[in-house]
T-cell receptor
C-alpha cells in the first residue's frame, strides 16, 4: 500500500522559535501533490501549504515553508516564528491519481504544542 | 463566500440504526469527497462524487453509501451501524476533481452506542 508516514507523534516548540515536522511518503507516480493540513480543536482541516511534485522550488506561505526532496520522497514542514495559534494536529497528505480518480492519503498526524 | 457546511455537527445513534450525513460544498464546487477520521485508523477516504456520479470509492463495506444531488450537495448514509463506525466524518469540496487539494468542512461527530 502506498503510505504517508509522520514519524513524530508529538512535537513542542517555544513561541517565536522554529519547528520542523517530518513526512515521508511512498508513491509510484510521477505527478502528484503533497499537502500539509492543520486541524485545530475546532476539527476543521485547514490547508496550510501545498507542493506540486513536478515543481522543484519549495513552496512557501508566509511563516510556513516546505523542504521537498522528491528523490528521497520526503516533505517536511517548517514553521518559523511559531505562534500560540499554530498549536494543532498537523497532517501530511499526498494525492493519488489513479487515472482520473483523485483522493488524499494522510499520515497519522503530528500534535504540535506551542509553549508561551 | 460560505465554506463547506456539514450537518449535523454531532449525532448519537444506536447500534443497528442507520444515519444520513449532509454536506453542502462551497458555491460553485462540483466535486465532493468524504473521509472518516478515527483515533485508530486516522483519516481514510470513503468516496468522491462529481456531477452526481461516484467516481472513486475507498475500502469500506457496502453499508457505507452516498449520493450527490444536482446542486452538488452530497449525503452519505451508513446502515446497520456498528460501534466501530463512531468517528468524525469529514466532507471536502473542490471546483473539479483534481490533485490540487480540497477545502474541508468541520465534520460530523458520530457516536454509536
Amino acid at each position: 500500500a502506498q503510505t504517508v508516514t509522520q514519524s513524530q507523534p508529538e512535537m513542542s516548540v517555544q513561541e517565536a522559535e522554529t519547528v520542523t515536522l517530518s513526512c515521508t511518503y511512498d508513491t509510484s507516480e510521477s505527478d502528484y501533490y503533497l499537502f500539509w493540513y492543520k486541524q485545530p480543536p475546532s476539527r476543521q482541516m485547514i490547508l496550510v501549504i501545498r507542493q506540486e511534485a513536478y515543481k522543484q522550488q519549495n513552496a512557501t506561505e508566509n511563516r510556513f515553508s516546505v523542504n521537498f526532496q522528491k528523490a528521497a520522497k520526503s516533505f517536511s514542514l517548517k514553521i518559523s516564528d511559531s505562534q500560540l495559534g499554530d498549536a494543532a494536529m498537523y497532517f501530511c497528505a499526498r494525492s493519488n491519481s489513479g487515472g482520473s480518480n483523485y483522493k488524499l492519503t494522510f499520515g497519522k498526524g503530528t500534535l504540535l504544542t506551542v509553549n508561551p | 463566500k460560505a465554506g463547506v457546511t456539514q450537518t449535523p455537527r454531532y449525532l448519537i445513534k444506536t447500534r443497528g440504526q442507520q444515519v444520513t450525513l449532509s454536506c453542502s460544498p462551497i458555491s460553485g464546487h462540483r466535486s465532493v469527497s468524504w473521509y472518516q477520521q478515527t483515533p485508530g485508523q486516522g483519516l481514510q477516504f470513503l468516496f468522491e462524487y462529481f456531477s452526481e456520479t461516484q467516481r472513486n470509492k475507498g475500502n469500506f463495506p457496502g453499508r457505507f453509501s452516498g449520493r450527490q444531488f444536482s446542486n452538488s450537495r452530497s449525503e452519505m448514509n451508513v446502515s446497520t451501524l456498528e460501534l466501530g463506525d463512531s468517528a468524525l466524518y469529514l466532507c471536502a469540496s473542490s471546483p473539479l476533481p483534481r490533485k490540487g487539494g480540497y477545502t474541508f468542512g468541520s465534520g460530523t461527530r458520530l457516536t454509536v452506542v
